[in-house]
């Protein structure tokens, strides 16, 4: 049987061999839940990086959309920030069709450590089915790579692995690692009133002094893109299907 584990942060990637295996890049607040978002929302393609320089190379080579973000603030001289709301129908630029070269603190690092699985792909709330579904149909090793906070271990990227390890219980192992465990416990105290539970985390009191209350509310929708799954393929991130 397959098993889910959880890697509570990309400096401890080391001690998991992603080689073989399917990694699910997760960065809850707010980078993943923005790829999705894009991707949902008509974006074709997202080129994750770790530099805002390379960001902005990016933008110039293919032409396309950047977005960066440092310590929660949108980054000068980029198109978008790391919201959410910027890739839907409404806000500042119409991102339909359009390719987005996105940098930000915590969660492009992540995926760019994570390169070395046999399949990487992007999860949030937003569509934590499509990320079962295709966990499912793989019967692979699964590896939860939380992006984090800064190398440190976060709360809500922790709680989406419980999540997740829940709704694979049935077929996969998520019992025999601790860190699933705790993942699953967490998920378990959370999941009567996620926003509550959350309010918590130190990521929101960031968010809530850069008055983004907004993007925590949306970015804990559950199952908002179903079917939405940001997978790598060479260079990019593109959706799957
Ligand atoms: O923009 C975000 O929400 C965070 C910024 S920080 O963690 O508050 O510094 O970046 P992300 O890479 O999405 O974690
Ligand atoms: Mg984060």
């Known amino acids: 049987m397959p098993s889910v584990d959880i890697c509570f942060s990309p400096e401890l990637l080391p001690l998991y061999d992603l080689r073989g295996k399917v990694a699910v890049v997760v960065d809850i607040l707010r980078a993943t839940s923005s790829i999705v978002t894009a991707l949902a929302n008509g974006v074709t393609h997202v080129f ?3 530099e805002l320089a390379e960001c902005a190379a990016l933008g110039q080579q293919h032409g396309c959309l950047t977005a960066a973000e440092r310590d929660g603030r949108a980054a000068e001289g980029f198109d978008l920030g790391n919201s959410p709301f910027g890739y839907l129908p409404g806000g500042r ?13 915590n969660g492009t690092l992540a995926l760019r450590r994570s390169l070395a699985a046999d399949a990487v792909v992007v999860g949030a709330f937003l569509n934590l089915q499509a990320v079962a579904d295709f966990a ?16 440190k271990f976060c709360l809500e990227d922790t709680v989406f692995g419980g999540a997740l390890a829940e709704r694979l219980a049935a077929t996969f192992d998520v019992t025999s690692s601790d860190d699933t465990l705790a993942a699953l416990h967490l998920w378990q105290q959370a999941r009567p009133d996620l926003h509550a539970y959350l309010l918590q985390s130190s990521h929101v009191r960031r968010l809530n002094s850069l008055e983004a209350n907004k993007d925590f509310d949306f970015c804990l929708r559950l199952d908002e893109y179903p079917t939405t799954l940001p997978v790598w393929q060479d260079d990019r991130l593109v959706a799957a299907g």
């Not at 630029?93 to 603190?105: D, E, K, M």
Request: proline share 6%.
């Open 136 to 151: 499912q149909a793989q019967q692979k090793d699964v590896v939860v790579v939380c992006a984090g906070w800064k190398g």
């Open 48 to 50: 994750p990086v770790a």
């Open 93 to 105: 630029l119409p991102v339909r069709g359009r390719a987005v070269a996105i940098s930000t603190t």
